[in-house]
């Protein structure tokens, strides 16, 4: 059974990085595409980065030019690389397997100063 996890969360300064991971435990290219959502304190949770099986992204405009969705199928790993990020951007980041209506456990990310 596939099962997907996510590290990489943590506490940040305004304007700076992270690289989130989403580890599938069996082949990510059977998952297929990834999703990538948050969900801060007392809103819902919204779709930030979206990469198909060939690579295609689309992002949310809130993110857009600041985050990088990318895939390593060798790896079974999708990456969000989040750059000069803002307080904002706080909230448990998850990843998605549409295909399986599979969610990740969730990882922290904090942009505090």
């Known amino acids: 059974q596939v099962q997907l996890v996510e590290s990489g969360g943590g506490l940040v300064q305004p304007g700076g990085s992270l690289r989130l991971s989403c580890a599938a435990s069996g082949s990510i290219s059977s998952i297929n595409a990834i999703q990538w959502y948050r969900q801060a304190p007392g809103k819902e949770r919204e779709v930030v980065a979206f990469?198909?099986?060939?690579?295609?992204?689309t992002y949310a405009d809130s993110v857009k030019g600041r985050f990088t969705i990318s895939r390593d199928n060798a790896k079974n790993t999708v990456y969000l690389q989040m750059n000069n990020l803002k307080p904002e951007d706080t909230a448990v980041y998850y990843c998605?397997?549409?295909?399986?209506?599979?969610w990740g456990q969730g990882t922290q990310v904090t942009v505090s100063s």
């Open positions: 990469i198909t099986s060939g690579g295609s992204t």
């Open positions: 998605y397997s549409p295909l399986r209506a599979l």
